[in-house]
């Protein structure tokens, strides 16, 4: 079966410092990879998605960045964190290429909760 | 612009009752309709699907009605049990080049009251 794994759970920093949560894949190859963000009682934002490795597209500029270094390891960066960038990070992977039953839709990680102070 | 509206924003259910959830989209490029439930600090979990072309589908006590023609569809969860309270997200999805897109309603959060 498939796992996906996200980490830091948690994570507090103070504004202007770097960003770098990750994102891995168990279990299948050459998944879609998505980055989204959850503001508190809020929808869900898509971020980055991925189709491969090194192939990145973004949904909304903004002041992070995203990459795919390995098949099915996904990270999500930033320079210097702002205020605004706050929320809950999820990460999701979808399979490529098949359709019908629960192949068809997005398998969500744990989450990340950042507070920027 | 929002293509998926979702409603009510909360809702409270006695223990046993009926939870309704409504959604209507915009896209008629949409071929997936995922229902996610989401527990505090955790992240979703698909919950049950449905293509338009069904207009009903059934798991368990959780059940989703599709109106094609009028663009909406809902989500029924039968006998609710306090173990239900969550958020629970709908959702629209079309193949966009390789890749899902996958657009949410805005969450509906669900209170189910001894």
């Known amino acids: 079966s498939q796992t996906i794994h996200q980490w830091p759970a948690t994570l507090v920093q103070p504004v202007g410092s770097p960003l770098s949560l990750e994102c891995t894949v168990e279990g299948t190859s050459n998944p879609n990879l998505y980055w989204y963000r959850q503001a508190a009682g809020r929808g869900l934002q898509l971020l980055f998605y991925s189709v491969g490795i090194g192939q990145i597209s973004s949904e909304v500029p903004q002041n992070l960045s995203a990459s795919r270094p390995q098949d099915r390891q996904f990270i999500l960066s930033s320079k210097k964190l702002l205020l605004s960038d706050s929320g809950f990070y999820l990460c999701?992977?979808?399979?490529?290429?098949?359709?019908?039953?629960?192949?068809?839709?997005?398998?969500f990680g744990p989450g990340t909760r950042l507070t920027v102070l | 612009q929002q293509q998926v509206k979702q409603s009510p924003q909360s809702l409270i259910v006695q223990k046993g009752g009926i939870s309704i959830i409504n959604c209507a989209y915009e896209n008629t490029a949409f071929d997936y309709f995922p229902w996610y439930q989401q527990f505090p600090g955790k992240g979703p979990a698909l919950l049950i699907a449905?293509?338009?072309?069904?207009s009903e589908k059934k798991e368990g006590r959780f059940t989703i009605s599709f109106n094609k023609s009028a663009k909406q569809f809902s989500l029924h969860i039968m006998d609710s049990q306090p173990g239900d309270s969550a958020t629970y997200f709908c959702a629209g999805r079309k193949n966009s080049g390789g890749y899902q897109k996958v657009t949410f309603g805005t969450g509906t959060k669900l209170q189910v009251i001894p």
């Open positions: 999701a992977w979808s399979v490529q290429g098949l359709a019908g039953g629960r192949a068809d839709t997005q398998y």
């Open positions: 449905i293509r338009p072309d069904v």
